[in-house]
């Protein structure tokens, strides 16, 4: 995963993508995936950083979804645990177990939570999770330590998925390389390019070096996420100038804000996760043990403005700290908060109109434009890999190629190692489990070089080391992709990030070849960034 190497691959072939995947989130990756594996010529662009957006800004949670099985979405629900049982499988290094427990504080409560989460247990069929069970008071609160106690009736125990989302999508771009896929971040998409009314390219700009170069495909996916309807516009215009008509955009793209914020561990002392099943405006909220913090969240407010780097609205982090209140037995202020981060989730729905977005569906939906042009909009992680299927069997179909089923069900990701070998079954927090069958690899090279076997700082649990290893391997091009998604250092404490900054400067200007002109900017537009994470 060379840059240099990915981008004069794509920029020196002549003949025509079989299918060429804008946009570099779970949905892209997946779908490009898809592809290379089928053995279609495949090459998969990014505007940012791959899962620069949405993608990295999830719950970490691979799961059915407790709350849509209320809703009665029993097909989106079953399709999501199949997914989950598939992906522990193909990415054990990655995705995880982990236990939750749902609090009752109303008699009978308990019961009704239970028998919802056996239908979850049935859904899941043969690639299930541990099955759910009743806790009595005594049993809840041994799971939860810190759960308030008064009124409390018991609670009911079971397990679903958590995962490293950005982690994740580096792993698909890793294999997607592995089956001769051609990825490149930091290239947008200047305009698409149409003949006879037929999407035929697209031409796209490497922003480092401010070169354009052509892309010519029989196929192209718009896998941009809340993003989407940018690149629908753009192919309205390729496709009026090339056929001499007006074309439509035939949905719209709702984004919905969802904010976390990341506590101290001791407001959740336990390898257990909560569930707090109902709020005040119908969610659920989440409070989870992640890599030695409690992760709180998630809100999910309808937003107009559609930006790359969303900020949490103050009414969003007062709402997670009241309802953190409500259950734990110490209240958190905006003090013990280490880091806040926000994300837009793209859903279908019309551009107008007061539905709730809790009440849009989360299922993908796939367009194909009058110019052959494919869209897939909404989705989740967990169903990435079936969404990727969906859209490639599709585009099969649009671009004439040959037909060649999909391969993703069983494919082992990279850096994938027997379960025996990955810490699964006891929810593992070392950092570095992420990479797999490389890690010992890492700590070798860490310890090749001076200083690459210590800490980036004592408040984050990750070595100098992984700078140059998100570098060397990983295709990381700022200071902002080491400590926000190669490593999780800005989610979970932004100051702590702050204060390791210069530190991952200095090993990226060495191994980048750059100058201290570029890591004082770099410095400065991490700054600026990561303020938006402090509470």
């Not at 899962?51 to 979405?73: E, F, N």
């Not at 919802?116 to 809840?140: C, H, M, N, P, W």
């Not at 810190?146 to 982690?167: C, H, I, N, P």
Request: hydrophobic share 40%.
């Amino acid at each position: 995963m060379n840059r240099q190497a990915m981008l004069d691959a794509l920029t020196a072939r002549d003949e025509r993508w079989d299918v060429v995947v804008i946009g570099g989130g779970a949905t892209g990756l997946g779908a490009a995936l898809d592809a290379a594996s089928r053995g279609y010529r495949t090459a998969v662009i990014e505007a940012s950083d791959f899962a620069k957006g949405t993608s990295s800004r999830s719950t970490k949670l691979i799961h059915g979804g407790v709350r849509y099985l209320q809703q009665g979405q029993i097909r989106m629900v079953r399709d999501s645990l199949l997914e989950r049982g598939r992906l522990q499988h193909n990415a054990p290094h990655i995705v995880h177990a982990r236990q939750f427990v749902i609090p009752a504080y109303q008699t009978g409560r308990r019961y009704y939570y239970y028998a919802g989460l056996k239908v979850y247990d049935i859904l899941a069929g043969k690639l299930g999770f541990e099955a759910a069970r009743l806790l009595s008071a005594k049993q809840t609160l041994d799971a939860l330590p810190t759960l308030k106690s008064e009124g409390l009736r018991g609670g009911v125990s079971y397990a679903d998925g958590q995962f490293d989302d950005a982690r994740l999508a580096i792993a698909l771009v890793q294999t997607f390389v592995d089956c001769g896929g051609i990825a490149v971040n930091y290239t947008p998409v200047v305009r698409l390019l149409a003949s006879g009314g037929r999407m035929s390219g697209l031409v796209a700009r490497d922003t480092e070096s401010g070169q354009e170069f052509e892309l010519r495909a029989k196929v192209i996916i718009n896998a941009t996420g809340v993003f989407s309807e940018s690149i629908l516009r753009m192919d309205e215009t390729a496709g009026s100038a090339s056929a001499g008509g007006t074309q439509r955009i035939g949905t719209q793209v709702v984004a919905s804000q969802g904010t976390h914020i990341v506590l101290p561990r001791e407001f959740l002392p336990s390898r257990t996760a909560l569930l707090i099943p109902h709020t005040d405006d119908s969610r659920v909220l989440f409070a989870i043990p992640w890599q030695g913090r409690t992760l709180f969240g998630t809100t999910d407010n309808r937003v107009q403005d559609i930006v790359l780097e969303p900020r949490a609205l103050a009414g969003e982090v007062e709402y997670l700290l009241a309802y953190a209140g409500r259950y734990l037995t110490r209240q958190p202020t905006r003090a013990d908060i280490l880091s806040v981060f926000a994300g837009l989730r793209p859903l279908v729905g019309k551009s107008q109109g007061s539905q709730a977005t809790s009440k849009l569906s989360r299922e993908h939906e796939i367009l194909t434009s009058p110019t052959g042009l494919i869209s897939v909009i909404g989705g989740k992680w967990t169903t990435y890999r079936k969404m990727g299927q969906d859209v490639v069997d599709l585009a099969a179909r649009v671009g004439s190629l040959p037909q060649h089923p999909s391969q993703t069900a069983t494919l082992a990701l990279h850096g994938t190692t027997t379960v025996d070998e990955v810490r699964v079954a006891s929810s593992a927090e070392d950092v570095l489990d992420v990479y797999g069958n490389e890690r010992q690899a890492l700590l070798d090279s860490a310890d090749r070089e001076p200083g690459y076997n210590e800490l980036l700082s004592a408040r984050l649990p990750y070595l100098v080391g992984q700078v140059a290893w998100a570098v060397e391997h990983e295709m990381a091009r700022t200071i902002e992709d080491v400590l926000s998604r190669r490593t999780r250092g800005l989610l979970l404490d932004a100051r702590a990030s702050l204060e390791a900054a210069p530190k991952v400067a200095e090993v990226m200007q060495k191994l980048l070849n750059q100058t201290s002109q570029w890591s004082m900017q770099q410095l400065r537009d991490f700054s600026q960034l990561a303020s938006g994470y402090v509470a």
